[in-house]
């Protein structure tokens, strides 16, 4: 089928050159990628900042998050494969994106999630788009642990990030930043879960150097959410808890990529509380118009406490840029319980809604 004049063909085909695919590979592609890197500097002035930062928008891929990325290159090699099943654990978002792929492929999808922990956008994702969706009286980790087990039948493909390919499509991510920039960023910030894509990007940095496409390097700075740091903490969290569900996660199957993303690059790893995440979830919708998921909150929150407590860190003339990995849609939930305030209830009059603006 002939594609509409100058479509954006999706990151498989724009970065083809630097994935493992050729020109007989299957495309699997809901046109992902190519989204805004929005400079915010009403929430710079208001945290304190001198800097420039950017947000690479990721709520504007076709299931609103980032893993759209990984997903249409796992997709696109599965299918390559013929394997008739794709199954993961999933948080949520990357159940969503799996079946969105899993119906536009026309494969089976299976997709295990945290019974109640996963936010009712994303629910509602997986089962719109036609995924067998099982709900585990467990958490995300146990859910891998059973895919992990699903995946051992040749017939089945396991698209977490576990499989190399979804790596190998997040990277793009970094490309796109370097090319709309049109350099590396000094700093770039990132909210890690499994640490897939904190992994992704560095590994997209690195290659966008090599290429020559960028003379320097970011320094990576990763955030966990302080319920759920076992990176930060050194050991894996058994019960991991946080508002951020797409970042409740206690034992990361990317953990060595996220040390080496950190270690690499003179990067910093760390955690950062509910209250400091919901603080800055709502900071930046209000300063900026930029509803996005709580677990991309927490990058924000790192960055405002960067700045507090490692004063120097960041020169006044830096240039950060930061994921936002999914659209804050995903969990109304926690968006209204978040404002702090509710509708004001009227009668439908004019003087009714005066009194009531007035009060
Ligand atoms: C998956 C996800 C993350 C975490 O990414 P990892 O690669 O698991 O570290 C963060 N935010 C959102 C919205 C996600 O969906």
Redesign the pocket.
């Known amino acids: 089928m002939k594609s509409a004049p100058n479509d954006w063909p999706g990151v498989v085909r724009a970065y083809a050159e630097y994935l493992p695919v050729d020109d007989s590979t299957p495309v699997i592609t809901i046109q992902e990628g190519n989204t805004p890197l929005i400079p915010v500097p009403n929430f710079v002035e208001k945290i304190g900042g001198r800097f420039s930062l950017f947000l690479k928008y990721e709520a504007l891929n076709p299931t609103c ?3 759209d990325r990984g997903m249409t290159m796992a997709m696109t090699k599965a299918v390559e494969r013929g394997a008739k099943v794709v199954v993961c654990a999933s ?4 159940s969503a994106a799996a079946a969105a792929y899993a119906a536009r492929a026309g494969v089976k999808c299976a997709v295990l999630i945290p019974d109640g922990k996963i936010a009712l956008g994303k629910l509602a994702q997986a089962l719109m788009y036609g995924a067998q969706t099982v709900a585990i009286r467990g958490n995300f980790d146990q859910a891998l642990n059973i895919v992990r087990q699903l995946g051992e039948d040749p017939e089945i493909e396991i698209v977490n ?1 576990i499989n190399p390919y979804r790596i190998e499509g997040q990277k793009t991510a970094a490309f796109e930043i370097c090319d709309q920039l049109g350099r590396a960023p000094d700093f770039h910030f990132i ?8 992994t992704a990007y560095w590994k997209g940095f690195l290659e966008y150097h090599k290429a020559g496409k960028c003379s320097s390097l970011p320094r990576m700075f990763g955030f966990q959410a302080a319920g759920s740091a076992p990176i930060v903490e050194g050991h894996p969290i058994e019960n991991p808890e946080t508002v951020a569900t ?2 409740r ?1 206690g034992n ?1 199957a990317s953990w060595q990529g996220a040390l080496d993303a950190r270690d690499q690059s003179n990067g910093f790893i760390g955690k950062v509380t509910d209250e400091e995440i919901l603080e800055a979830y709502k900071l930046i919708a209000r300063t900026e118009g930029i509803l996005v ?1 709580p ?2 909150a927490a990058p924000l929150a790192g960055l405002i406490k960067t700045l507090k407590n490692q004063p120097g860190v960041i020169p006044a003339d830096a240039v950060i840029t930061a994921t936002m ?2 659209h804050g849609l995903k969990d109304p939930d926690t968006a209204i319980s978040a404002s702090g305030f509710e509708p004001v209830r009227t009668d439908a009059t004019h003087e009714a809604v005066l009194a009531a603006l007035k009060s």
């Open positions: 998050s980032f893993k948080t949520g978002n990357t990030s909210p890690v879960g499994n640490a897939g894509n904190i797409a970042i996660i990361p998921e677990a991309c990995t999914g």
